[in-house]
Structure formats: C-alpha cells, structure tokens
T-cell receptor
Framework: LAKTTQPISMDSYEGQEVNITCSHN???????ITWYQQFPSQGPRFIIQ???TKVTNEVASLFIPADRKSSTLSLPRVSLSDTAVYYC???????????FGKGTMLLVSP | SAVISQKPSRDICQRGTSLTIQCQVD?????MFWYRQQPGQSLTLIAT?????????ESGFVIDKFPISRPNLTFSTLTVSNMSPEDSSIYLC???????????FGDGTRLSIL
C-alpha cells in the first residue's frame, strides 16, 4: 500500500508558479498518481492524473521522475482563487488500493 | 466528467439513530466509492460500492455499521447505523468511468450527531 507524504502547507503570491511535491516511495507498478483540489464545504475536484514523465492540461502540469517515487504538481501563475487544499492520491488502475495524502494547504496572497 | 449529487447535504441526528445518504450520478459509471473526511483531515476510504453484489469494505469499517447499496450503475446509498458522536464527519461519494480513469466526487454530506 503506497503511503504518500506532502508538505502540510505552502504560501505563495499571485502570479507565481507553485510546485507541490508528493513522495510515494512504495508506489507499485500499476499505480497512477492523481491530484485533487478541495475548497471548504466542497468535494475534491480532479486536477490531473499521470503514470510517468510529464502530463499537462489547461490548469496544471504533473512531473513524475523515472523512479516514480515522487511527483510534483505545478500550478502556473496562481491566483487568490487557487487557495485550497491539494491532495495527492496514489492508486492502481483497478482501484483496489487508494491512498490519499494528508493534503497541502496552499495560501495565495495578493 | 460525471456530475455527482449527494443528499442530504447536511444533517443533525440523534445518538442511536441511522441515516441513509444517497449518491446519484448523471451517467453510468463503473465504480462508486464512499469516503469519510473528518474536519481538517484527509479522506479515508470506507468501501467500494459494487453493482449487484456486496460492497468491499476497508479495514476498520464493517457492513453492520455502514451498509451500502448499489442497485444500478448510477446510484448508491450509504447508511450510517446506530450513530454516536464519533460518527460526526463528512461523508463523500465518488465515481469513476472505468479502469485508470480518475474519480469524481460529490460535495459530501456533513453529519453531526448529538
């Protein structure tokens, strides 16, 4: 069962790039890495998912090194509305194992 | 992505009673899950809701306490039975379209037990 470790909190300013790293040393061959954003009183919202190398979509990039023991969520040019908790989830494609990290509270200031 | 609706969004219940939470998805999905999230904490998987068969529970969660139904590919319920204050939490439903596809979540049910 892959255990994940994330920083508890991070601070940034509007317009900056933010990188949040998740460690998952025991990741299994079949595991994917998925990142979610959660605002208070809402469910987690899917941001991005990857298996290896780099994945990019309209809101974020996900960098996964060759050994896959960590992953980095990159948010370009954050705004105040990006203030939220970000969760790293490691789980296999068949969803037989699902482990959420403890989450990183990102605070974006003006 | 699938839109997931949960009912009720919140409730306050008396100790010893039971509450059933409903989860409706706007499209057919392969897998549905139930999570618990304590305030300020991460999500803990309770069980996988299997269509047409008994749910698969994670360690520490049992069917007698958290019976789950999934009568079809778009709907599931979670019952929190014989509630105590320790059951006060947010209960979240999620669903995925298939293997390797990401989960999408409802906004949760905030449950308080007096």
């Amino acid at each position: 069962l892959a255990k994940t470790t994330q920083p508890i909190s991070m601070d940034s300013y509007e317009g900056q790039e933010v990188n949040i790293t998740c460690s998952h040393n025991n990741i299994a061959t079949n595991d994917y890495i998925t990142w979610y954003q959660q605002f208070p009183s809402q469910g987690p919202r899917f941001i991005i998912q990857g298996y290896k190398t780099k994945v990019t979509n309209e809101v974020a990039s996900l960098f996964i090194p060759a050994d896959r023991k960590s992953s980095t969520l990159s948010l370009p040019r954050v705004s105040l509305s990006d203030t939220a908790v970000y969760y790293c989830l490691v789980g296999d494609a068949g969803y037989s194992t699902l482990t959420f990290g403890k989450g990183t509270m990102l605070l974006v200031s003006p | 992505s699938a839109v997931i609706s949960q009912k009720p969004s919140r409730d306050i219940c008396q100790r010893g009673t039971s509450l059933t939470i409903q989860c409706q998805v706007d499209s057919q999905v392969t897998m549905m899950f139930w999570y618990r999230q304590q305030p300020g904490q991460s999500l803990t998987l309770i069980a996988t809701a299997n269509q047409g068969s008994e749910a698969t529970y994670e360690s520490g969660f049992v069917i007698d306490k958290f019976p789950i139904s999934r009568p079809n590919l778009t709907f599931s319920t979670l019952t929190v039975s014989n509630m105590s204050p320790e059951d006060s939490s947010i209960y979240l439903c999620s669903a995925t379209g298939g293997e390797g596809q990401p989960q999408h979540f409802g906004d949760g049910t905030r449950l308080s037990i007096l």
